[in-house]
């Protein structure tokens, strides 16, 4: 079998706060293949833009990162240089951000910040570059594309800047996509149309994916792979399939029964819900981080739960087997 594109072993971030260390990302470790999409997956604030991020090198100036081990095609991350780094990113690693209008710089054109990615690492004449960016911005359902060069931010809506950042990432034709929440401003049909885009331009360039969501129903559509995260740590992972099928950590129960199942799910039936909030991750955090929710919580939970194993990436952090 291939080595993986990208390796995640033992990644940490760290962030002083006025009451101590905020821990928002906590021994996190994965792999990623070509061609593959693994979908990180949890409800917010549990450390999933954190990771993206660490991966880019590009926290907050105040965060620390700590990590075992982080490489891409064979390619030591957390050695690289300024220089090296910058390289990288948008060219063979490109992330699709959160919220774009503050990826996005209001000062200029949408044709700017587009042409520039690809003359800065391609080399390319600004007319090849505007006619990639044209022929993007269409691939994105974007009417008029050229005539969109010249706007600025803000004057496209939210969907219409959510595209434009999603063109920006693929300019390059990167290797690996790291996509923060990519369809959370657009509405259900062009959600439908951007994901369908996204697995198409996959297949193509055979490019692998990180997909960020906390959206099952999107994960459930588009992943090979899931990690479930809460409190900053991977609590499960596993193959799409396996993890909807028989979920094993009791968040990810937690996490499912919230969803309404169409032909099971009575109308006007109560969903499911997970009782009691997720703790500090201020100082250091001892045993498992949800056992204060969990129904099947024991004694022995206040110590450091084991990583369960079934299976060849099947994997869950608790002391209840399968």
């Known amino acids: 079998m291939d080595a993986p594109l990208l390796e995640v072993e033992g ?8 009451a101590g260390l905020l821990r928002t990302v906590r021994d996190v470790s994965f792999t990623v293949r070509r061609g593959e999409t693994l979908c990180l997956v949890g409800e917010s604030g549990c450390g999933k833009s954190m990771t993206a991020l660490a991966l880019l090198d590009l926290l907050p100036r105040r965060a620390v990162r700590g990590v075992r081990a982080l490489r891409f095609a064979g390619r030591d991350l957390d050695r690289l240089g300024e220089s090296a780094m910058n390289a990288l990113r948008g060219d063979r690693i490109a992330m699709i951000f959160q919220e774009p209008m503050t990826a996005l710089n209001p000062a200029y054109t949408i044709g700017n910040q587009l042409v520039e990615v690809h003359r800065r690492h391609r080399k390319s004449a600004a007319s090849a570059a505007r006619e990639r960016a044209v022929h993007l911005l269409e691939k ?14 803000h004057q496209l809506s939210g969907g219409l800047r959510q ?3 999603i063109a920006m990432a693929l300019m390059c034709g990167p290797d ?8 959370t401003a657009l509405d259900v049909t062009i959600q439908a149309q951007i994901l369908r885009l996204l697995a198409g331009l ?14 099952l129903g999107v994960v459930a559509r588009v992943a090979d792979r899931v990690a479930v995260m809460y409190a900053g740590q991977i609590v499960e992972t596993g193959t799409a399939a396996e993890l909807f099928a028989a979920p094993a950590h009791p968040y990810t129960r937690g996490l499912l029964a919230c969803i309404p199942v169409p032909g099971r799910t009575k109308p006007g039936a109560e969903l499911g819900a997970i009782p009691g909030i997720v703790p500090s991750l201020v100082g250091d955090l001892v ?5 204060e929710r969990c129904a099947h919580a024991q004694t022995i939970c206040a110590a450091d739960p084991p990583v369960r194993t079934a299976a060849a990436g099947r994997s869950w952090r608790c002391v209840l087997a399968a």
């Open 202 to 215: 996959q297949r193509e360039l055979d490019m692998a994916m990180i997909l960020i969501s906390h959206d």
């Open 176 to 183: 690996l996509l790291v996509a923060d929440e990519p369809t």
């Open 11 to 18: 990644l940490s971030v760290d962030l002083p706060v006025p």
């Open 287 to 291: 045993g498992c981080s949800f056992r």
């Open 140 to 153: 994105v359902g974007i009417a008029g594309a050229a005539r969109r060069l010249g706007q600025y931010p």
């Open 163 to 165: 595209r434009v950042m």
